[in-house]
């Protein structure tokens, strides 16, 4: 294998599942090739000591072999181990994860995206997991280019004011001010009052790394969930694994 065929990068592995009896099957997101998918054969085996380091949500010096479409485990360097999560945390760091994995596209980096994954991972073991996961989707959005319009109404493009009640359209894709809800009667708008709209821009611009405080109101936080996981399963059309167990563990 040439030089040219081998792939060094840092990366925070989002999945790992056992192919076959010896294999594990690896998603990882990369700092400068974006979204990855490797076997690491025999990575199962006890005695495989560079499979051991395959853990979900650990950042790695990873090195692959690529051949044709597919790409190979061939070794890794640990950056740093997996947080120690408790399960609730753990539920949430797979809601970025299954996020992550599933709104962007294989081979297109983003370095921005890299960071706010680290942060993400790091900061849900500080602050509210429930409040970080969806900051963390709606710049999810955003970076991936599918963010929802919600400064004006999509219907006839006027701005929203700050204290009127508005809607929101999944299918549209954003805001429905007042005037024009009657148009879409039927098509399952959610409710997306002036409490709502803010928080969903104080969850969009909030820095990770230097978090101010917000007061949130829990009719506000339920009216932001339903607009987000919403419009992710219009623009996915698959349900959240990681969303399901949230909501076994009553969360």
């Keep these: 294998m040439s030089g040219a065929d081998i792939i060094s990068d840092d990366a925070i592995i989002l999945r790992v599942r056992d192919q076959g009896d010896k294999d594990k099957y690896v998603?990882?997101?990369?700092?400068?090739?974006?979204k990855l998918r490797f076997t690491a054969f025999g990575g199962r085996s006890?005695?495989?000591?560079?499979?051991?380091?395959?853990?979900?949500?650990?950042?790695?010096?990873?090195?692959?072999?690529?051949?044709?479409?597919?790409?190979?485990?061939?070794?890794a360097q640990l950056i740093s181990l997996p947080i120690a999560y408790d399960i609730k945390q753990m539920a949430y760091a797979s809601v970025v994860a299954e996020l992550t994995a599933l709104l962007t596209e294989d081979h297109e980096p983003q370095a921005e995206l890299y960071e706010l994954l680290r942060s993400t991972l790091r900061i849900l073991a500080q602050r509210n997991p429930r409040l970080v996961v969806i900051s963390f989707a709606i710049k999810l959005l955003s970076l991936s280019g599918i963010a929802p319009q919600m400064d004006t109404c999509v219907s006839c493009t006027k701005m929203v004011a700050e204290?009127?009640?508005a809607y929101f359209s999944p299918l549209q894709g954003g805001?429905?001010?007042?005037?024009?809800?009657?148009?879409?009667?039927?098509?399952?708008?959610?409710?997306?009052?002036?409490?709502?709209?803010?928080?969903?821009?104080?969850l969009e611009q909030?820095?990770?790394?230097?978090?101010?405080?917000?007061?949130?109101?829990g009719q506000d936080l339920m009216e932001?969930?339903?607009?987000?996981?919403?419009?992710?399963?219009?623009?996915?059309d698959k349900n959240l694994q990681s969303l399901e167990f949230l909501a076994q563990l009553g969360l």
């Excluded at 005037?179 to 879409?184: H, L, M, R």
């Excluded at 909030?206 to 109101?217: E, K």
């Design 27 to 34: 998603i990882c997101y990369t700092r400068e090739h974006g």
């Design 46 to 75: 006890s005695n495989n000591v560079k499979g051991r380091v395959l853990q979900t949500f650990s950042e790695l010096e990873l090195e692959l072999g690529e051949t044709g479409r597919f790409y190979r485990f061939r070794n």
């Design 163 to 165: 204290d009127e009640d």
């Design 175 to 202: 805001l429905i001010c007042h005037e024009c809800k009657a148009e879409f009667t039927g098509e399952g708008l959610e409710k997306a009052g002036p409490g709502a709209r803010k928080l969903w821009h104080i």
């Design 206 to 217: 909030i820095d990770f790394d230097n978090p101010t405080s917000f007061t949130v109101r």
């Design 224 to 236: 932001v969930e339903k607009m987000l996981y919403k419009f992710i399963y219009f623009q996915t």
